[in-house]
């Protein structure tokens, strides 16, 4: 296997982050390093399963922003992905903008998209709005670049949300139309990756507002658990975050028009790996008063080391330099065969 998947370097990440996206990254690093090792116990084939992770920093700039704050949110990103638990020994980690392939096949995929094809996306027609005139033009082909994200390296599987399956379907037709133009069946230039749905993807939800997800945008801190947050800030926020006057239930039927106990118990189970029920199992018929200072207890032993191995690393800025060219210069390597490759399809000669 081959896993690829990007994360904006969005700064300020938060609990939602680690238990929506970035936790499940960590455990499929430790799985694929888990079968490397027994693989080569076994005697079996040198050939390793591997894990790229991305800061999709040439994203970032398909809509308005600021390039200082980009440069020190795309550090900031790779030291709390590290701080998290992905090790650049184990995994590719890089940003993007350090292997120009990905730009480059993203021109050359171009050729293969279809308009049609960017105009039925989703996220375009939420991104864009009313004013799709006056949007880039890099906002409507940055699936495009998704798709070049994942077809250079030969990627077999991805990780994808409800709100990313469309973008990896287009990355497959563009993949399978390229090869149909361009290639044989005997020998295609990509490979058609796959989805893979991670367990426990945790829809974490704003402390403020059980109906709204948990957002870095939000304008109250309150709203969120940073993950440089300390522990006494830790306590402070769950303490205050919003519920309502009845004890939980017994069951998880009893959440379904409580959406902010909803969410706290959510966060208890993601962060414990227990499910709803048994959180409810235990704490069925208490109230807030109790529940409340067990789940920050939980948070801060859950997320104290991390903070304090992301705080350290966002001041080695030496450190991240190098994980991050590091990374990029392998990927580069992996990348280059499949490069070549689609521009000798193309009949393109490069000197």
Known sequence: MRVVSGIQPTGNLHLGNYLGAIRNWVRMQDEM???????????????????????????????PHDPAELKAATLEMAAALVACGIDPARSVLFNQAQV??????????????RMGWLGRMTQWKDKSGKNREGQSVALFGYPVLQA???????????????????????????????NNDFASDEAPVFTLPDPIVPPEAARIMSLRDGARKMSKSDESDMSRINLADDADT???????????????????????????????????????????????????????????????????????????????????????????????????????????????????VRG
């Open 100 to 113: 120009p392939a990905h730009a480059e096949l993203q021109w050359l995929l171009n050729g293969t998209a």
């Open 234 to 348: 830790i306590m402070k926020k769950i303490k205050k975050a919003k519920t309502d006057p009845e004890p939980l239930p017994s069951e998880a039927a009893g959440l379904a028009d409580r959406p902010e106990a909803l969410n706290l118990v959510t966060i208890y189970a993601a962060a414990t790996g227990h499910g709803v029920d048994a959180v409810l199992a235990e704490f069925g018929g208490e109230g807030f008063g109790k529940f409340k200072p067990a789940l920050g207890e939980v948070l801060v032993e859950t997320l104290g080391p991390i903070a304090a191995r992301f705080r350290e690393l966002k001041q080695d800025r030496e450190t991240l330099d190098a994980i991050l060219a590091r990374g990029a210069a392998k990927a580069r390597e992996m990348g280059g065969p499949t490069l070549d490759a689609a521009y000798r399809a193309l009949g393109l």
């Open 148 to 178: 070049a994200d994942v077809l250079l390296y030969q990627t077999t599987h991805v990780p994808v949300g409800e709100d990313q399956k469309q973008h990896l379907e287009l990355a497959r037709d563009i993949a399978q139309k390229f």
């Open 33 to 63: 390093d888990a079968g490397n090792r027994a693989q080569a116990a076994a005697g079996g084939s040198a050939e390793k399963n591997q894990c790229l992770f991305f800061l999709a920093d040439l994203h970032a700039i398909s809509q």
